[in-house]
């Protein structure tokens, strides 16, 4: 039964590198989110998608990319890293866009930048 | 637009002290949805509760308890005889506006000590 699965569990990149965060869930969950925690912020929402093959910007997505490769998988991509995006990162689904039904989380994924 | 805020950001109680955890709420949705979920120091978050707005009916499970007043937009969680495994953030989330998308507090750091 694993939910909502996120690889990697801990990333370090240098200014500049590019990665990409999986994330994948094995609820049959419409929609999936991608948000970012830091210290102080609680969670803000990076991208979101409503269902296979939407995707929508949430509160921060500067210097993110999203892919929704299937209605299991959903991508956050950093492509030039930067210090400002040190965080840890929780991918999460959710039936019916999380009205009636809770969104289950990942483990999430720290990252640093140095 | 909708938001939730969590004045509270650090409370610290002795083991078998009660505590509350306030959250209020913005939204222009008459349907929108309430949830609390627990952050442990591992990390990851645990969900705990979901209540609709329909429902004002307060609820207990175990030492939890939860105070929903839409007169007052809250939505209250107490820890009865708080114990140091309660340690934790909780998050307050609020979901509405047809995509519903569940939008985060800042969170509230509770700490119990022996």
């Known amino acids: 039964n694993a939910g909502v699965t996120q690889t990697p569990k801990f990333q370090v990149l240098k200014t500049g590198q590019s990665m990409t965060l999986q994330c994948a869930q094995d609820?049959?969950?419409?929609?999936m989110y991608w948000y970012r925690q830091d210290p102080g912020m609680g969670l803000r929402l990076i991208y979101y998608s409503a269902s296979e093959g939407t995707t929508d910007k949430g509160e921060v997505p500067n210097g993110y990319n999203v892919s929704r490769l299937n209605k299991r998988e959903f991508s956050l991509r950093l492509e030039s890293a930067a210090p400002s995006q040190t965080s840890v990162y929780f991918c999460a689904s959710s039936e019916l866009g999380g009205g009636n039904t809770e969104a289950f989380f990942g483990q999430g994924t720290r990252l640093t930048v140095v | 637009a909708q938001k939730v805020t969590q004045a509270q950001t650090e409370i610290s109680v002795v083991e078998k002290e009660d505590v509350t955890l306030d959250c209020v709420y913005e939204t222009r949705d008459t349907t929108y949805y309430l949830f609390w979920y627990k952050q442990p120091p591992s990390g990851e978050l645990v969900f705990l509760i979901r209540r609709n707005s329909f429902d004002e009916q307060n609820e207990i499970s175990g030492r939890y308890s939860w105070n929903f007043q839409k007169s007052t937009s809250s939505f209250n969680f107490t820890i009865t005889a708080s114990q140091v495994v309660d340690s934790a953030v909780y998050f307050c989330?609020?979901?509405?506006?047809?995509?519903?998308?569940?939008?985060f507090g800042r969170g509230t750091s509770l700490i119990v000590h022996p």
């Open positions: 989330a609020l979901s509405s506006g047809g995509s519903y998308i569940p939008t």
């Open positions: 609820m049959n969950h419409n929609s």
